[in-house]
């Protein structure tokens, strides 16, 4: 150990007399995030994110009175604020006042049509510039508009089974209340996948732990580069062990990743407001994060022939990992094989450890996380020590 | 395979008893490799450069900077110790290159051509450093194209082409391996004709041949016959004016014994 020790802190000077590594360790991300947090920051993560809407109800009928119902409740759980107007221009003007993102016209004769199967449309108007809000409105419309179709086949249903035809007074002697068919909206507590953190803090953790891979390159690649540079020779020369050269490269690895990631932490706290959750958990989770960092680039260095082969492989696979594993989108609330596809990656298992310790969870929620990653760290770092010491030996 | 970086195709190496394989540690402790590519680090410095290696052969504290301070000393670097080495002339690169080798004291340095593309001054230190630690009493197992090195630096001598040693032994076991003669030149004014003639009856003397002043003589070992070839010349009635001694050199011998040139 001593003789790691000695390599990786000759290894350590070296780097820190290289400004690359403090660029692609600290500046890189802490700018980036820095970047992605103004510009994407609340649409992104959907946190912090003000949705004012507007509603006319021309139709004055249960049906858009249940509708508004759902909203003014939304409104209670503070989701979002609604006004309501008397006519589609106010509304509008309130539109381009920039006073609501979007409004909902109920068109009168929406109920009747509703009973008589008729086609007919809620009108949703948006602010051109509130993309994200508009389409969350959009989202409210539909989601009614698919209570409503299911409430129609179901009176459909009854009305041919009693023979009678579907009327007003047969809708109200089934129920009285439209928004009891089935026509509500729910807010539903996220799970540990889809659950969201806040915008500085996704940011800053999903630009640490994305650059972080590059960054235990430094390290790792360092092999490489003494055996293009000579000095490999003369280190395996030296009365140490193989394993002991090895090591020394990983502990460097180690040493960087978690600097780089401290650093980070630190300053994204202190300049963004980043909020990491209980620090045991997060060192945690970093140390684990870290490993499996080495652990994966110490793979590619044991398969590439050159440093730079080395770090052009390694930038290819930290961003297809970074990228599915939610560094800079959250893929993982996008469902469906996406979700499944961010096991795969220890940066998901990252952020998604991160998540319940910045929603004020103790430090054991980070625990699941902690293991995942470690598994990779334990699968991949193996495969790469055993391939990295037959190479030395060759 | 000696240094412990390649595992042996067959037989085994040892260096002051202990086995040298590539797991082992122990043995490559007495050694001192100089590899032929600059093997240091030039964002350090020089003295830093030997501590680092100083402390993987176990060295510390005053024992090893009192070493570094010595081996600065000894390859010229001292006044440079504190420069980064990307600072440092390729001459003084070499130097220091050999000089890591050095530092741990080793029983068997190996140098593998040390003086590859280095200015005559840094080549002539080289040379006289490596000969200070011959009389010394370290072994020194120096690889090089250039003969005349190996000539004026190794006791023993073995000729690798293509990886396979061709012949090995003392300087004159390696000539008299391959039938080569010392040639001796002698200046003269006389019969020389005569002269030759009277040189070619003497034990030891495999040719003799005259042309206007000057008498050429094969001879099996001009060390020791060259006194009796110098009376017999007067003897004979010519009269000396000076004499020149050739030995056969290594690339003679190398290229009868491969009868290529030399590369790689």
């Not at chain 1, 008589?116 to 409105?137: F, K, L, M, R, Y």
């Not at chain 1, 080495?294 to 990992?321: D, F, H, Q, R, Y």
């Not at chain 1, 980070?366 to 770092?381: K, N, Q």
């Amino acid at each position: 150990m001593g003789s790691a020790s000695r390599i990786a802190g000759k290894d350590l000077k070296l780097r820190m007399r290289d400004r690359s590594v403090f660029i692609l360790g600290i500046l890189a991300p802490l700018v980036l995030a820095y970047i992605f947090y103004l510009v994407f920051g609340p649409a992104a993560t959907g946190q912090g994110l003000s949705l004012a809407y507007g509603a006319v109800d021309e139709d004055g009928s249960d049906i858009s009175s249940a509708f508004l119902s759902v909203l003014e409740n939304a409104e209670s759980e503070g989701v979002l604020e609604l006004q309501t107007f008397t006519g589609p221009t106010e509304a509008a003007a309130a539109l381009d006042a920039g006073d609501i993102d979007a409004y909902f016209l109920l068109p009168a004769g929406l109920q009747q049509a509703v009973f008589t199967n008729q086609e007919t449309t809620i009108d949703v108007v948006g602010d051109v510039d509130q993309p994200t809000s508009t389409q969350i409105a959009a989202s409210f419309a539909e989601q009614f508009s698919s209570g409503v179709g299911a409430s129609q086949a179901a009176v459909a249903a009854t009305a041919s089974i009693a023979g009678v035809p579907v009327t007003p007074q047969f809708i109200s002697s089934l129920s009285a209340d439209p928004a009891a068919a089935g026509m509500s909206f729910t807010l539903v507590d996220q799970t540990a996948d889809t659950k969201q953190l806040d915008a500085p803090t996704y940011f800053a953790a999903g630009m640490a732990v994305f650059f972080l891979f590059f960054t235990v390159q430094f390290g790792v690649n360092g092999l490489l580069e003494e055996e293009r540079e000579g000095t490999l020779a003369r280190l395996m020369a030296a009365p140490i062990t193989r394993s002991a050269v090895i090591a020394g490269k990983g502990i460097l690895a180690f040493l960087l990743g978690v600097i780089s990631m401290t650093v980070l932490i630190v300053a994204t706290t202190l300049l963004m407001e980043a909020n990491w959750g209980a620090p045991l958990g997060v060192a945690l989770l970093v140390m684990a994060g870290v490993l499996s960092a080495v652990g994966i680039m110490g793979l590619v260095a044991s398969v590439a022939k050159t440093p730079e082969g080395a770090g052009n492989l390694g930038s290819i696979i930290a961003v297809i990992l970074g990228m599915l594993g939610g560094t800079f989108f959250p893929i993982a609330s996008s469902g469906g094989i996406l979700t499944s596809l961010t096991y795969l990656t220890p940066h998901a298992w990252f952020m998604r450890g991160l998540a319940s310790l910045s929603s004020g969870a103790p430090w054991t929620a980070a625990l699941p996380s902690v293991g995942a990653i470690l598994i990779f760290a334990l699968v991949t770092g193996t495969i790469a020590f055993i391939s990295l010491r037959r190479r030395l030996t060759r | 395979m000696i240094a412990g970086l390649l595992e042996a195709d067959e037989g085994s190496v040892a260096v002051v008893g202990e086995a040298i394989t590539t797991g082992s540690t122990r043995g490559r402790a007495a050694i001192g490799l100089v590899p032929q590519d600059l093997a240091i680090y030039p964002d350090l410095n020089g003295e830093e450069n030997l501590v680092f290696f100083g402390r993987l052969y176990g060295m510390g504290g005053d024992p090893l900077m009192g070493r570094v301070g010595e081996v600065l000393e000894v390859v010229g670097l001292a006044d440079r110790k504190d420069d980064l080495v990307k600072e440092y002339s390729g001459g003084m690169k070499r130097r220091l290159n050999i000089g890591i080798g050095l530092l741990h004291r080793p029983r068997l340095l190996i140098l593998d051509e040390p003086t590859v593309g280095v200015d005559p001054q840094s080549r002539n230190a080289i040379l006289e450093a490596v000969e200070s630690l011959s009389r010394e009493g370290m072994a020194v197992l120096y690889t090089t194209h250039y003969m005349e090195e190996a000539e004026r630096l190794c006791d023993r001598v073995a000729i690798i082409d293509e990886g396979v040693i061709q012949a090995e032994g003392t300087r004159r076991e390696l000539v008299s391996l391959v039938g080569e003669k010392d040639r001796v030149a002698i200046e003269a004014t006389g019969n020389l004709d005569a002269v030759a003639d009277t040189l070619r009856a003497i034990e030891g003397v495999t040719d003799a041949s005259a042309t206007d002043h000057r008498i050429d003589v094969l001879v099996t070992d001009a060390s020791s016959i060259l006194p009796r070839l110098l009376t017999s010349v007067s003897e004979a009635g010519g009269s000396i004016s000076g004499v020149e001694v050739q030995e056969p050199n290594l690339e003679a011998v190398f290229l009868h014994l491969t009868g290529k040139a030399l590369r790689d």
